[in-house]
């Protein structure tokens, strides 16, 4: 895995502090260095296609999507509602389901912000952002994503092949500095290490996955777990912090 030098430390209300609204909102609309013509594009594209309902609107989606957006293809899925920031930077492969009202925030400064491989599966209401300024998230094919999941790649999120993260889920690869007890801690930035989960790996309900954190194969992370540091392949662990089972 990639972890970024430049995410170390990052003090991202310096960083966008400058920005117009109007640039705001288009560098989270549709990207980094998006023009004012990819913006039209994406308005224009992502109007009504998003809120058709049934077989229509999912035909429509999988046909214009493909043709619009170099990073998908005829053979996804897309229910209603399904929220997309900066497209360009978003690639999914061939038979990935993604349910009704899922976001993909995939404004990084990467041209690939956020990989999904094939035959994953994505349900209603998960949100996949590959944060602010260079992060990314990769998912390996035949994985699924539970309802109400956040993942968050700051520092650079990698998932494996095979994966099952269930409901409620979050795995954040970022973390608030707080060393500094006379500054605000919005104001100290970030550190964000990242975060690396191999394959054929189970999630539970609820954990939490902190920034910093290896997760080997065929590990099995308990339900509302915390998991705070690295988790040996094939081992089990549960708990606030996680430990270990016998």
Known sequence: MTRDDETQGVDLLELYSRESPARRYR?????????????????????????LPGVLGIGLRSLVYAVVFSGMSRSNYLGQHVVLRNPRGLHLGRNVMVDDCVQFWATSRRERSIEVGENCFIRSFATLNAGPPSGHIRIGAGSSIGQFVMLYGTGGLEIGDNVMIAAYTSVIASSHRFDDPDRPMNAQGIVARGIRIGNNVWIGAGARILDGVTIGD?????????????????TRVAGVPARVLA
Do not use: C, K
């Open 27 to 51: 560098r989270l609309v549709a990207g980094e260095n998006a023009s004012w013509f990819d913006l039209l594009w994406h308005e224009l594209v992502l109007m009504f296609l998003p809120m």
């Open 218 to 234: 065929g590990a099995v992370i308990g339900a509302n777990a915390v998991v705070t540091r690295d988790v040996p392949a094939g």
